[in-house]
Structure formats: structure tokens, C-alpha cells
């Protein structure tokens, strides 16, 4: 039985809330799902188990990293390559924060985090020179709205 299964809903509301912020403590979720702190630290470590929790992560300001300029990049590959291989095409660019191999056209996606224009043109070249590549398509990132998040981009 799939563990979504067993999940009621104050486990879904425990959920949310460490979704919006996963630095809460058990205390401050407990308080608003009408549970002890013990009891949401028991549901917490039960859903990590299960692996619905699969880990946690901070949420950073890229500008202020150095690389505002987001790009979703469309990779096309020639139909023999598996699509297993697919994602290690960006084995070694960092600037490539994650591949999606897709069904259909394009055959994955790309999300690519850089300081400007010129650099979002180097690192496509780079995608293209990898000789796997054999066409994309470039979308830039105007905005961002994320579920769950308190900003807007």
C-alpha cells in the first residue's frame, strides 16, 4: 500500500506547514495542528521513514549570488541515445541546476541559473558543443511563483 495512503489530514497539514518553512519547530506546527510537540516529532519521523519526507532544504537568493537570470533551456537528442544518458549532459556545467527527461518533444529540460545574457549564451553553446545536443530552445525566466512560497519573483 503506497504511503499517501495512510496520510490523514493533519499529516497533510503538517506537510504544508514544513513546506512553507522547514526550520518550524515541533512546537509551532503542533500549536497549529492542535497536537503536543512529541506527537508531531513522532508523525515527522514516521513520514521520513516512509519516505514522503525525503529531506530539507533552504530556499536562496541567486542574485544576490551572483546568477539572477534563470533559463529554462529545451534539449533535443538524437533518437538513439538513451534516456538515461540524458541528463549527464550536464555533467560539469554548474551553471545547469537540474535536467527533466520528458516524454515526447523536447527530450528533457534544462534549468539553468547565470550571471547575464553572455554567460546564459555560453553555457547553451557549451550544452550544443557537448555533440549529444542536437537542438534547443531557450526560455528566460521573467518571473517565479512557487507553491508554498510567501514571494514572488
Not at 497533510?12 to 497536537?35: K, M, N
Not at 554548474?94 to 549564451?121: F, H, M, N, S
Amino acid at each position: 500500500m503506497p504511503a499517501t495512503s495512510l496520510l490523514d489530514q493533519t499529516d497533510h497539514e503538517i506537510l504544508a506547514l514544513l513546506q512553507e518553512d522547514a526550520r518550524r519547530t515541533f512546537a509551532d506546527v503542533a500549536e497549529r495542528v492542535s497536537l503536543s510537540a512529541p506527537a508531531v516529532k513522532r508523525r515527522v519521523d514516521r513520514l521520513e521513514q516512509e519516505g514522503v519526507i525525503v529531506g530539507y532544504t533552504i530556499e536562496l537568493d541567486h542574485a544576490k549570488l551572483g546568477r539572477p537570470l534563470d533559463a529554462f533551456v529545451e534539449l533535443r537528442f538524437a533518437g538513439t541515445t538513451k534516456v538515461d544518458d540524458i541528463s549527464t549532459v550536464a555533467a560539469g556545467l554548474p551553471e545547469v541546476q537540474a535536467v527533466w527527461t520528458t516524454a515526447g518533444d523536447p527530450d528533457a529540460l534544462g534549468l539553468i541559473r547565470v550571471r547575464d545574457v553572455a554567460d546564459l549564451k555560453r553555457v547553451i553553446d557549451l550544452l550544443r558543443r557537448s555533440g549529444r545536443v542536437t537542438g534547443t530552445k531557450t526560455l528566460m525566466v521573467l518571473g517565479t511563483w512557487t507553491h508554498g512560497s510567501t514571494r514572488v519573483r
